[in-house]
């Protein structure tokens, strides 16, 4: 069956310290793995996809195929960056996306 | 470009009605995916239209029912609603051509059974 885990529902960071949200998958072929945000009265927006290897707001997420995880990332956590963090994944076709439960983010200033 | 728009925002209904839910994609896509996200959770995948077809569907009972028109936008039907039907429903567009087709979402028709 297709998964996606994000363990913790919560998490809060001081201004300036790293941050790291949890993802881990399960997918038997090969997925496509994004994290969606959604900043408060917005709607879901993508922040990054593994396959554009791109680095977003200062976010990167490294995909670890022998852990099946992946983690998104920030050396140095903002207050614009509290919002609620959605890690997905989609097959090669895209016609079906699983999502994470969630992770909300506070950034304590 | 307004985006992914979708209609109404919010609606109330009682058990055993049905309800019609409406999505625009954005301009120039031509996939509309639905979503329901109950409160907590993250969205969960009801179904996919292409080329006016369901081309995938979720574990949503038969009772979630869809259609996609010739100008790609969508409409989410629920039939003999339940209380556990309340939920925020998301409509999402995306490109077929794009590999993976990244979703691009609306803002949601919040749906409130009593």
């Known amino acids: 069956a297709q998964r996606v885990t994000q363990p913790e529902k919560l998490l809060s960071v001081f201004k300036g310290a790293p941050v790291e949200l949890k993802c881990n998958y399960s997918?038997?072929?090969?997925?496509?793995l994004f994290w969606y945000v959604q900043y408060s009265r917005q709607r879901l927006q993508l922040l990054l996809r593994?396959?554009s290897r791109e680095s977003i707001k200062g976010f990167t997420a490294d995909l670890n195929k022998g852990e099946t995880s992946f983690h998104l990332k920030k050396p140095f956590a903002q207050e614009e960056d509290s919002a609620m963090y959605y890690c997905?994944?989609?097959?090669?076709?895209?016609?079906?996306?699983?999502f994470g439960t969630g992770t909300s983010l506070t950034v304590i200033p | 470009d307004a985006g992914v728009t979708q209609s109404p925002t919010h609606l109330i209904k009682t058990r055993g009605q049905q309800v019609t839910l409406r999505c625009s994609p954005k301009?120039?896509?031509?996939?509309v995916s639905w979503y329901q996200q109950a409160l907590g959770q993250g969205p969960q995948f009801i179904f996919q239209?292409?080329?006016?077809?369901?081309?995938q569907r979720g574990n949503f009972p038969d009772r979630f029912s869809g259609h996609q028109f010739p100008n790609y936008s969508s409409e989410l039907n629920v039939n003999a609603l339940l209380l556990g039907d309340s939920a925020l429903y998301l409509c999402?567009?995306?490109?077929?051509?794009?590999?993976?087709?990244?979703?691009?979402f609306g803002d949601g028709t919040r749906l409130s059974i009593l």
């Open positions: 997905a994944l989609s097959g090669l076709t895209g016609n079906q996306f699983y």
């Open positions: 997918y038997s072929g090969s997925p496509e």
């Open positions: 593994h396959i």
């Open positions: 301009s120039g896509h031509d996939t």
């Open positions: 239209y292409y080329e006016e077809e369901e081309r």
């Open positions: 999402a567009s995306s490109l077929a051509r794009d590999i993976y087709q990244p979703q691009h």
